[in-house]
């Protein structure tokens, strides 16, 4: 059923598919620097058409932002308080 599900999501939720895409890569960097060879997920997610092959590896700093955003947009987190450094 799982694998049914996955097979469907990224047709479902089209959406989600670059920041999964994000996700996994960052997942295997970090897995790698670890020492733990996680390239058979990304070959999985790929083989669901959950990994968009051209979409370029994103920065950790650009990839927390984007996952604190993405929290705050579905109430999870707070939004970012941004701060000007002029202003302190």
């Avoid at 020492?35 to 959950?50: D, I, K, M, W, Y």
Wanted: proline share 7%.
């Amino acid at each position: 059923m799982v694998e049914e599900e996955l097979r469907v999501m990224a047709g479902n939720l089209p959406e989600i598919v670059a920041s999964l895409t994000d996700t996994l890569r960052m997942q295997t960097l970090c897995d790698h620097e670890e020492g733990v060879n996680s390239l058979p997920t990304l070959l999985r997610a790929r083989e669901f058409g959950l990994l968009e092959v051209d979409r370029s590896v994103p920065l950790p700093s650009t990839f927390m932002i984007a996952v604190r955003n993405l929290g705050a947009t579905h109430g999870l987190l707070e939004p970012i308080q941004y701060q000007d450094p002029a202003s302190e």
